[in-house]
């Protein structure tokens, strides 16, 4: 049945849980897990995480997300709405970013440095030998990434199990042996679609990452929730924090100020002091709460 500007909620995998399209944005639900459902919104350069305690609540709560976009607002033919949608699509790319341990004078703790090498992103497109071999673009476009993130060292994936939103990383190497400064090099996916993300990490992390009833892959139950976010003065978002819930609790980041993962709620806490004894103007939104 039509909404708000005209979209309809289309489904594209069995099931409740998977992908939906919904106009222009993507929505990917997974749950129930002990009462909760959850939803990643896919927008643009946009994204959002929601939760509620029942499926058509939260079907219902990111239709809502949607339907209030700037973006969406004022539309008043279907052409315009094609061309808006068209303009807006997202090439894949997986953006880089780094952080580096310099070793502090003797009885100090060494220092720590975020940033991002390609904030742009590389940019993944399909293989015409994969097309000659019978993939479609989509599968192109999965065995092209993975074959990059292979050929960087970044097949250290940030959780043991799958999830939207997962990167990869290379772990650390000594990158000045003058200093002892070691660097690792985190690898983030942009733009690629719910299904592609799993099939990459089908591909990069293979049967470590996954376990196995009955024959069949079991994905471990896992949650996510904002644990804290802080702006640059500017305005834009620094670092965005999310508590990660599998096996274990981790603490993981992206924004502006670089990227990480797999933390632990002491090593989250030492970056926040970090930022805020270097970084001027920073504005806490959502205070740290391990």
Do not use: C
């Amino acid at each position: 049945m039509p909404e708000k500007h005209g979209f309809k909620l289309e489904k594209e995998s069995p099931g409740l849980q998977g992908q939906y399209k919904y106009g222009p944005a993507t929505i990917w639900i997974s749950g129930p897990v002990g009462g909760t459902w959850w939803a990643t919104v896919r927008f643009s350069q946009q994204e959002t995480d929601l939760e509620a305690r029942s499926y058509d609540e939260i079907i219902e709560k990111a239709k809502d997300w949607i339907d209030a976009l700037p973006e969406l607002q004022g539309w008043y033919s279907e052409r315009d709405k094609q061309k808006f949608i068209a303009s807006k699509t997202v090439q894949p790319r997986i953006l880089i970013s780094y952080t580096r341990l310099i070793p502090g004078d003797e009885g100090e703790e060494h220092e720590e440095e975020h940033g991002w090498i390609d904030e742009e992103g590389v940019e993944i497109e399909p293989d015409d030998y994969d097309a000659d071999n019978g993939m479609t673009a989509s599968e192109s476009i999965v065995n092209q990434a993975a074959k990059f993130l292979k050929k960087e060292g970044a097949t250290e994936a940030s959780s043991s199990h799958f999830h939207i939103g997962i990167w990869y990383s290379t772990g650390y190497d000594t990158v000045d042996f003058s200093t002892g400064t070691e660097e690792e090099r985190a690898f983030h996916l942009k733009g690629f679609t719910p299904s592609q993300e799993s099939a990459i990490f089908d591909e990069v992390v293979g049967s470590r990452g996954r376990r196995r009833a009955g024959g069949a892959v079991a994905r471990e139950a896992f949650s996510r929730e904002v644990a804290g976010e802080y702006h640059t003065q500017s305005g834009k978002i620094g670092a965005k924090i999310h508590r990660d819930s599998g096996r274990h609790v981790t603490y993981s980041y992206s924004g502006e100020w670089g990227a990480g993962s797999g933390l632990s709620a002491e090593h989250m806490k030492r970056i926040i002091a970090d930022w805020t004894s270097r970084k001027r103007g920073m504005k806490v939104i959502i205070p740290f709460t391990p």
